[in-house]
């Protein structure tokens, strides 16, 4: 398909929501392999791919729905954090606390400017710190600077103050944290 064709599928809604999914997907596809090779173990990597799974479908949901729905992300951290109950009890309070920290780094910008940093991101922060413990750290460093390069090329084209979905970086940034780092349930 040329890139004209693409542009043209892209500018109509529908076309344009199939493409988020197919690229949401084939990323957390390429993360999940990359996850196999790594962690060979089959209940951390379901624990993994679930994880992977849940960060593309909130990411096309928040890039078409501006939201990041409760009845997804609170399940999915309950999980995540039952997960590492079992497979890595070591590890539980390490995760429990990554998982309240990232909360609250997100839970405060979102009570003082909720319409720069919504609740969604911070739950999605909750079940992120609860994944990757304290390797949640490079997670949001890489997550801030992908968040920062699209928020500078969004004020350079003359988009400044347009909604800018928060998910898929703090999903890149989680996927980047799983990968190199490993999380709490592969120490």
């Known amino acids: ?26 990323a957390a596809t390429l993360a999940a392999g990359i996850v196999a090779v790594r962690y060979p173990g089959i209940p951390e990597l379901l624990v993994a791919v679930a994880f992977l799974a849940v960060l593309a479908v909130l990411s096309v949901i928040d890039l078409e729905q501006r939201r990041v729905p409760n009845r997804i992300v609170l399940p999915a951290a309950a999980v995540a954090l039952a997960a590492i109950a079992v497979l890595e009890p070591g590890n539980l309070v390490e995760a429990a606390a990554a998982g309240v920290v990232a909360f609250l780094f997100f839970l405060i910008p979102a009570l003082v400017m909720p319409r720069a940093v919504g609740m969604g991101d911070a739950k999605l922060a909750l079940l992120i710190g609860f994944v990757l413990g304290w390797d949640i ?33 703090l999903a890149v940034g989680a996927a980047y944290g799983l990968v190199a780092a490993g999380g709490a349930l592969y120490s």
């Not at 490079?138 to 992908?146: K, N, Q, T």
């Open 1 to 26: 398909m040329s890139s004209s064709e693409l542009r043209a599928v892209a500018s109509d809604g529908a076309p344009a929501a199939m493409i988020r999914r197919i690229v949401a997907w084939a």
């Open 137 to 169: 750290l490079p997670a949001f460093f890489v997550m801030s600077i992908a968040g920062g390069v699209a928020g500078l090329v969004m004020i350079l084209s003359g988009r400044r103050g347009s909604y800018l979905p928060f998910v898929p970086f």
